[in-house]
């Protein structure tokens, strides 16, 4: 009889976009079930998913609310007692908070958590003690903790989150990896999209890629963007996500020339999208490790990314990337005014950085690590 091992995360989401492979992997030696807080038309999309035992719908909010919160933890507890699990193992501060918590009151023996970046590093003041005191009361009931980075790992030693001797990296970072097949450079899929965008084909592009708010720098991003188009007219800058704090009308405020800016809003398309840029930025103040960033490089795009703790990983200095500091925003205009009309630094960058991904972060180099992991602790 296999094992069974239950992951916990607040959004299936967050399982659709990190986890599947692992299933796809997991599932041949174990039996792998799903909690989450499921809406009638993502439990669906699940249940057809022949990796997955089973799921559960708990309703796991990723904002604080205690009454909602308490409820979310009874349940769990009945559950975790209900099914025996292994191994619990959640994903997401919400999901790691509760989770961790509750499995350990059902009395499953093993119980992980990862940390894939962590809210409180751009909080100040009490606010800031709360959140870090909530990560170290996962810790303490945590049995194993994974880190989806080495630099992550360390600042999170530094900030006494973790100790050295009970946290693990597995392979060279990731939670995911990037699957080489999807992500694939394609220049006619590149001319194709550009079409549809409005953007001709001598225009030097410059795209962001994920959530749009203050702590992924999209401030900075508009002014040196708005900035170097003072010097250069062909330039386009492309924002593909959800806008979460109203930066739109933040970045229309800024540059002058808006109608230089593309904002496409989400895509469950980001390896054909990427295709179309010829630099990639993620400016990011805080990260726990930066997917994006390998997923950009896999499609042999040069990458600008700021020097923040969770990004060290992603880019090779000058090889595969370049970096700049932290909310400086002349730091990052220099940047990428390095690469305006260097196309061939460009893609030396960029085929350096498929090169480095394929070598440490493909999907299927991490997925074995989750197996060989796991193996481990259950002495399969």
Not at 188 to 206: A, F
Not at 295 to 316: H, N, R
């Amino acid at each position: 009889m296999k094992k069974k091992v239950c992951f916990v995360v607040s959004s299936p989401f967050t399982a659709k976009a990190f986890l599947l492979k692992h299933f796809e992997y997991l599932s041949e030696d174990f039996d792998i079930y799903l909690v989450a807080n499921f809406e009638i038309e993502r439990t669906n999309y699940f249940k057809d998913i022949k990796d997955i035992k089973d799921i559960k719908n708990i309703k796991i909010h990723r904002s604080i609310s205690f009454y909602k919160d308490i409820k979310a933890l009874i349940s769990l507890v009945a559950y975790f007692r209900k099914m025996n699990f292994d191994v619990v193992h959640t994903v997401t501060p919400k999901a790691g908070l509760l989770g961790v918590f509750a499995s350990r009151l059902a009395g499953i023996k093993k119980r992980i958590h990862i940390f894939t970046g962590q809210v409180w590093h751009t909080k100040t003041g009490l606010f800031k003690k709360m959140l870090m005191l909530l990560d170290r009361f996962i810790v303490w009931n945590a049995t194993s903790i994974l880190v989806d980075g080495e630099s992550q790992r360390q600042f999170l030693i530094k900030n006494k989150i973790v100790k050295d001797i009970s946290s693990f990296v597995l392979g060279t970072g990731s939670i995911s990896g990037v699957d080489t097949n999807r992500f694939v450079p394609n220049e006619s899929v590149k001319l194709e999209v550009r079409k549809e965008l409005g953007i001709k084909k001598n225009e030097v592009v410059y795209m962001f890629l994920g959530r749009m708010n203050i702590d992924k720098g999209i401030n900075e991003l508009a002014d040196a963007f708005n900035k170097l188009q003072k010097k250069y007219s062909n330039i386009r800058l492309l924002l593909v996500g959800g806008d979460e704090q109203n930066m739109t009308a933040m970045i229309k405020e800024k540059v002058e020339n808006i109608e230089s800016v593309v904002f496409y809003g989400v895509t469950p398309f980001p390896e054909r999208l990427l295709q179309v840029c010829d630099v990639f930025c993620l400016p990011s103040y805080r990260e726990g490790f930066g997917t994006s960033i390998i997923e950009a490089s896999l499609l042999e795009k040069p990458v600008i990314c700021s020097d923040t703790y969770g990004l060290m990983e992603t880019i090779i200095e000058n090889q595969t990337g370049l970096r700049h500091k932290v909310a400086d925003v002349n730091s990052l205009f220099l940047q990428m005014e390095k690469l305006i009309n260097n196309k061939e630094l460009r893609e030396k960058l960029g085929k350096g950085g498929r090169t480095y991904v394929l070598e440490n972060f493909s999907a299927e180099i991490i997925s074995k690590k989750w197996v060989d992991f796991y193996k481990n602790i259950l002495d399969v």
